[in-house]
């Protein structure tokens, strides 16, 4: 069995109780007592995430808007300076490697990959380097952590730590004094949560005093347990369960994110674009008691529409939520089998609660 890499924060973590759980290759806090109220916390003023298991990763030279456009399927050529964008990885075949940010920093481009895809992008990404000349790029994620503050309450805690955030709009993003990564850091307003929030990449020898100052100033330790059941009120997919290598954009309701041409995939996307999908990635509300989890089989009147990819109980409205690819469109009724109960739910468009990361 690997050994799990550990977050420059594990003795701040263990040192808190967390519950810690493998990950994308590595060992990290689940949650530090209770999932619910870490939740909440983010909802109603604000929690901080150890991130640091994310993909990082630099890309420079002249060659680099040339590596990206090959790469990822969103155009950073119409990305700006200071601003990040989503985008998607994909294979040959259209399917999604992965889904993640690409931040345009003065001097060059910051991606952010899923933990368990960063290899596969890094790949993705050396063979678009190859084909554009004239580009670098270099994986930082030996010398980086990543702290994600997140609630309505972050902006005051951040600049709380000396950090002063005032001026940035939802996917703004600056290099930090020192410059690119590993030299310096990147922060940026973004997240993984629905609430406003701050992402903040930097040398790992500085992350646990960070740590402290962040705590100090009022925010809640959170897991990825809280982390999860935040994204799915939201209707963010996740890799491995929403979206896989075999998913394409189209059924995946993702097409938003691909603006641009001449990426790995693109003929295929094309071609799954012309032709439609029988089933769409959509939100499913229990009205029934019951909480639908990855798996659980969706029907209606015996007929089988489709299955749960990720299910919860949402803390926020108290009853069960998931998403999941079915053959029906939003505010039909539909049953999903729960460990042999049927549970009546409704197909809705996410997000499930009234948050914006935009606030």
């Known amino acids: 069995m690997p050994v799990l890499r550990r977050s420059p924060l594990d003795d701040r973590h263990r040192a808190r109780g967390a519950t810690m759980t493998g990950f994308g290759g590595w060992e990290m806090p689940l949650d530090y007592g209770s999932v619910v109220a870490e939740h909440r916390a983010v909802r109603t003023s604000c929690g901080v995430f150890d991130l640091s298991h994310l993909g990082t990763v630099r890309v420079t030279g002249d060659g680099a808007q040339a590596c990206l456009r090959r790469a990822f399927t969103n155009d950073v050529a119409q990305l700006a300076p200071g601003r990040a964008h989503y985008t998607l990885c994909l294979n040959t075949d259209g399917g999604i490697v992965d889904d993640l940010l690409v931040y345009h920093l003065d001097g060059g481009f910051f991606v952010v990959p899923n933990a368990a895809n960063a290899a596969a992008v890094g790949d993705a990404l050396t063979a678009a380097a190859a084909a554009a000349g004239g580009c670098e ?82 925010a809640t330790p959170a897991g990825l347990g809280s982390r999860d059941t935040l994204r799915l009120e939201m209707g963010y997919p996740l890799h491995g369960q929403d979206i896989t290598p075999a998913t394409s954009p189209v059924e995946a309701r993702l097409g ?104």
């Open 137 to 218: 790029v270099v994986d930082v994620k030996d010398h980086l952590a990543c702290l994600a503050v997140q609630g309505p309450d972050s902006a005051e805690v951040v600049t709380g730590t000396g950090c002063d955030v005032g001026d940035l709009a939802y996917l703004d993003c600056r290099a930090t004094p020192g410059g690119l990564p590993p030299a310096g850091g990147v922060l940026a307003r973004s997240g993984y949560t629905g609430e406003r929030g701050y992402e903040l990449f930097l040398p790992a020898e500085h992350a646990a005093a960070l740590w402290d100052r962040l705590v100090d100033a009022g």
């Open 256 to 359: 938003w994110a691909v603006k641009g041409s001449g990426f790995v995939g693109e003929e295929a996307y094309r071609t799954a674009q012309g032709a439609g999908a029988p089933r769409l990635l959509w939100g499913l509300r229990a009205t029934g008691r019951g909480i639908p989890r990855a798996g659980c089989v969706v029907h209606r009147e015996g007929e089988e529409l489709g299955a749960v990819t990720s299910g919860s109980f949402s803390p926020t409205l108290r009853v069960g939520i998931a998403m999941g690819y079915v053959d029906a469109t939003p505010g039909e009724r539909v049953e999903i089998d729960v460990r042999g109960k049927t549970v009546a739910a409704e197909v809705v468009r996410p997000p499930f609660v009234d948050a914006s990361p935009k606030r």
